[in-house]
């Protein structure tokens, strides 16, 4: 099945969102497959009951959080020992979530990772997270912010406390299923 990874930095709210599009109708989860490392995986089969198929559509590939360590070569240590040889190598790799937060200026290791996407040519989406946290105004403020710095035209706004936008990133994530 393909596999969606989501990475962001440490409170940026990835836990939050991944439960957040589990917890919805649309897909449920059956089993960890399997935990490498620090990579968490979730399959989700689709449909419900009787007709929940066998086999996964989609695994979830929840990333470890970056950003604390302060090192600036790297966005983390774990880098380059792991995390950047799943994104490059996973065959089954069909899109990256990278989450930004929404309510914070842009993060260079935010930058460092969305260019690192563009200079693969690796499939990935921009996420921000937390829209629900300030005013529609602040909100397109700092989208604003975050799409000039991080040099990115789509970033697309979720919330995980009023589920507003999880639908369109179903959408997005459904149109890569099998
Ligand atoms: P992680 O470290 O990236 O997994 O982040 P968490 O999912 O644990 O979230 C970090 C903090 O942000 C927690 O206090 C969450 O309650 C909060 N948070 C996460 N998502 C949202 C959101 O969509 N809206 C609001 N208001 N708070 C959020």
Not at 30 to 40: E, L, W
Not at 55 to 67: E, M
Not at 136 to 160: F, G, Q
């Amino acid at each position: 099945a393909p596999e969606v990874a989501f990475l962001g930095r440490s409170n940026v709210g990835k836990s939050s969102l991944i439960n957040a599009l589990l917890g919805s109708k649309e897909a449920h989860t059956s089993s960890t497959p399997g935990r490498t490392r620090a990579i968490n995986f979730f399959a989700l089969h689709e449909g419900s009951g009787n007709n929940k198929k066998a086999r996964p559509t989609l695994i979830f590939a929840d990333l470890p959080g970056y950003g604390y360590a302060k090192i600036s070569k790297s966005i983390s240590s774990e880098w380059p020992t792991f995390i950047e040889p799943y994104l490059a190598e996973r065959d089954q790799l069909a899109l990256a979530v990278c989450l930004v937060d929404t309510n914070i200026p842009p993060q260079p290791s935010d930058t460092q990772l969305i260019h690192y996407f563009q200079q693969m040519q690796r499939p990935y989406l921009v996420v921000g997270t937390k829209a629900d946290r300030v005013s529609k105004n602040v909100l397109n403020k700092n989208m604003a912010a975050l799409r000039k710095v991080h040099e990115i035209d789509d970033i697309l706004p979720v919330s995980a406390k009023t589920n507003d936008g999880i639908p369109q990133l179903w959408q997005r994530l459904h149109a890569l299923a099998e």
